[in-house]
């Protein structure tokens, strides 16, 4: 025994008499290494178990039918999200509150219901602030008081005249909000049409939707074409911005006679001098009509949302977020896309409801130039439809020239799959990736929400391309499915959720889970059926949040599980033929 | 004289070894975590008196009862409703009868499995009142998986048909 000792003992001292210079130096490598992956290890933003199941499916389903799937926020035998939770003042703080709607949003952007006391709240002035870029010009702040006397103009004026359903064809500007708000005040019902429609598209929708007076910008529509196509067009509203108001927009053209009352906004408010506060009364306030359409001038489907949709909705968006990533008072909320998506303006609404301020640019809409359209400003927060990410992505990846950049693009891309952003390391210092300039001030953007609307052939974002999105624009990414009957969207990916190759790379990536206002189904088709191997079907939405209680989204999605995650590929049927292969994954 | 040391020793290529194998293991990719699969959703399902019966808890069969056409999936209690329990005689049988007035005996079971349900018409206000609060507590604790149909109804005979 003792022999072996002596003779290990003897080759240890063997071994270590070889010790030299090279030996502490790389004594010396491998303690300073070890120290700096201690010193350099964080936790990931948050737990990966929690992403590996997401959505709740219930115990039981029906034979044909997948199980219900919800968000955890509203876990199967409770009820789902039906509204915003709205407390009078002086209302103690666990009390439930009612669901509310658009006026209660107004109040509260007002101030008249002040914000809840949230430890994360940030200091609010007392109301939201909204503001409008105009193009090249200066951002101009708009008064919360002055806009609440527009809508008590409009919507006495609009009152009035009998009207019940008024078409909004604005893009998106501060008039679009106030006419939207008078319609809940005042009784009518807003339809609200995609801007830079054709003319004969326009009659078209307004005939369908059976509009009785129209909110427009004077000069966009001809209003003798209009006013002979919609028989029951009885009052017409202009809105004439600043450098235009020296001309008279009064005069009505031949052949219209007294049918048509056309007045101008601006001369509206400053005649009116009668009381200008906001009636108070509670009954229901009417439904908003929205238009689902491809591209202007393709035919559109009309969809009437009640009030409880809209602020379902919105109070499922804001709760979708974890509570130190919310929208506050500190944020700066840019709509990249129309108000008339109603996933832009539920979340528009959603930080009205937060006191953010809002700056809202009248050229967005589906295919803009994130980085132009935010030249002037610079927003924490944003909505863009599932082109612009597609269009930024684009344009950055090709503008990443030289292998540096790449480099630091892979190093950026293996930090953020292990689960961290941002992404700001020693090494990054030294060599950045490419940045996409978004805003001028670089870095402020801090939430990106992409919006791809289900049946409408927009360009699919792999995960992949979420992920060098996230590195572009250095924010976190939001992918959510919105669709036609479906207030808000019907699913949201994580904020927290930063994996990659989850899913095919020419295909879409997954959606996360239902917002907490929706529960989902997948129902058999004929192509599709659901087995235990996983759940397989068309996409049945159901809940507070959907028009008409129930609706069906026309595309399949699928379940399959493969190793250890669910998904579901989304086969589009275009009328019996099978178009392009989707992906969505729903994790369970 | 000076002897150069030279950089390769064994104790230099430990150590050298040494660090390239914890670089390595910094820079390898992680695995994702991953969960154990979920047990698939049960399939709510139309039974008949006989289908029912084998779903007494014996030969690893869950242990199911009905209550007022409900089918109620009670392997969680299987110490009380599975075999050699006190209340084995619900398995896989209508138990509205036997919770309505409190006995767990066999006369309060239906015989004839092929044989129209129990109506409980002769039942009083307060059994009634008994099996309502029994039907509560089986809502609150246990998953409905189906519900019971006499043999010979209609809605037995579309769920024969859809197999």
Not at chain 1, 407 to 434: I, M
Not at chain 2, 2 to 26: E, G
Request: net charge negative.
């Amino acid at each position: 025994m003792a022999g072996i000792f002596n003779q290990l003992d003897a080759q240890i001292a063997e071994l270590l008499a070889g010790w030299n210079i090279y030996s502490t130096g790389l004594l010396v490598g491998i303690v300073v290494f070890i120290g700096w992956v201690v010193y350099d290890t964080q936790d990931a933003d948050t737990h990966p178990l929690l992403l590996a199941r997401q959505s709740q499916a219930s115990y039981v389903r029906q034979p044909g039918e997948s199980a219900i799937y919800r968000s955890p926020e509203a876990p199967h035998g409770y009820s789902l999200r039906t509204g915003l939770a709205v407390k009078p003042p002086g209302a103690p703080m666990y009390s439930a509150g009612r669901d509310g709607d658009l006026r209660d949003i107004w109040r509260r952007v007002t101030g008249e219901i002040p914000l809840e006391k949230n430890a994360n709240a940030g200091v609010s002035s007392g109301t939201a602030k909204i503001m409008t870029v105009f193009g090249k010009e200066e951002i101009t702040e708009h008064d919360v008081m002055e806009i609440s006397k527009e809508i008590s103009v409009i919507g006495q004026h609009l009152k009035e005249h009998n009207a019940k359903k008024v078409a909004i064809y604005l893009p998106n500007s501060v008039e679009f909000l106030s006419s939207l708000f008078a319609g809940a005040f005042y009784g009518f019902s807003p339809i609200l049409i995609p801007y830079n429609q054709p003319h004969s598209t326009l009659i078209e929708l307004l005939i369908q939707t059976g509009a009785d007076s129209l909110i427009a910008q004077a000069g966009s529509v001809p209003l003798d074409e209009v006013s002979k196509g919609v028989s029951g067009l009885r009052s017409v509203i202009w809105t004439v911005e600043k450098t235009s108001r020296h001309m008279d927009w009064n005069e009505v053209p031949e052949g219209i006679g007294g049918k048509t009352d056309v007045s101008v906004w601006h001369e509206l408010v400053s005649e009116r001098t009668g009381s200008l506060q906001l009636p108070q009364d509670t009954e229901k306030a009417p439904n908003v009509v929205f238009l689902w359409q491809e591209a202007p001038g393709k035919p559109a489907e009309i969809v009437d949302f009640t009030q409880q949709n809209i602020s379902a909705a919105t109070g499922a968006l804001i709760s979708a977020l974890p509570v130190p990533q919310r929208l506050s008072p500190t944020d700066t909320f840019f709509p990249g896309d129309t108000f008339t998506q109603s996933y832009t303006l539920c979340l528009t609404l959603a930080a009205l409801f937060s006191h953010s301020t809002v700056v809202i640019n009248s050229v967005a809409g589906p295919g803009i130039d994130l980085r132009i359209a935010t030249r002037l400003i610079a927003p924490t927060v944003a909505v863009v439809s599932a082109e612009t990410a597609a269009k930024l992505h684009d344009t950055t990846t090709t503008s990443i020239t030289g292998s540096l950049k790449k480099f630091a693009h892979y190093l950026e891309t293996r930090v953020l799959t292990s689960g961290k952003l941002p992404t700001d390391t020693f090494l990054t210092r030294l060599n950045a990736p490419t940045r996409a300039s978004i805003g001028t001030t670089p870095g402020k953007l801090r939430l990106l929400f992409v919006s791809e609307r289900s049946g409408h052939n927009t360009p699919p974002l792999s995960s992949e391309d979420l992920s060098d999105l996230r590195i572009y624009t250095k924010a976190r990414v939001i992918y959510a499915l919105t669709a036609a009957k479906v207030a808000g969207a019907v699913a949201q990916t994580n904020i927290y959720d930063y994996r990659r190759g989850t899913t095919p790379a020419n295909k879409h990536c997954h959606f996360g889970i239902p917002l907490s206002s929706v529960e989902v189904k997948l129902k058999d088709t004929v192509s599709h059926k659901t087995t235990d191997d996983g759940p397989v079907g068309e996409i049945i939405v159901s809940g507070p949040a959907v028009a008409g209680g129930e609706t069906e989204l026309g595309v399949d999605g699928t379940y399959h599980e493969e190793s250890e995650r669910n998904h579901a590929n989304m086969i589009q049927v275009l009328s019996g033929k099978t178009t392009h292969l989707r992906t969505f994954e729903e994790t369970v | 004289m000076l002897h150069r040391a030279s950089p390769v020793t064994p104790v230099n290529l430990i150590l050298l070894s040494l660090f390239v194998f914890l670089v390595y293991l910094r820079l390898k990719p992680a695995k994702p975590q991953t969960l154990p699969r979920a047990p698939p959703p049960t399939v709510f399902r139309t039974f008949t008196p006989p289908e029912l019966f084998p779903y007494n808890g014996q030969n690893d069969m869950p242990v199911y009862l009905a209550v007022r056409g409900r089918v109620f999936d009670v392997t969680a209690g299987r110490n009380f409703y599975g075999p050699g329990g006190p209340y084995a005689n619900f398995a896989g049988r209508d138990a509205s009868r036997g919770l309505a007035c409190g006995s767990f005996d066999e006369d309060m079971l239906t015989k004839d499995l092929d044989g129209p349900l129990d109506t409980l018409s002769d039942l009083g206000e307060e059994q009634f009142e008994a099996l309502r609060g029994w039907e509560e507590r089986f809502s609150e604790k246990y998953l409905i998986v189906g519900k019971l149909v006499p043999v010979g109804s209609e809605e037995a005979k579309a769920a024969a048909a859809r197999k």
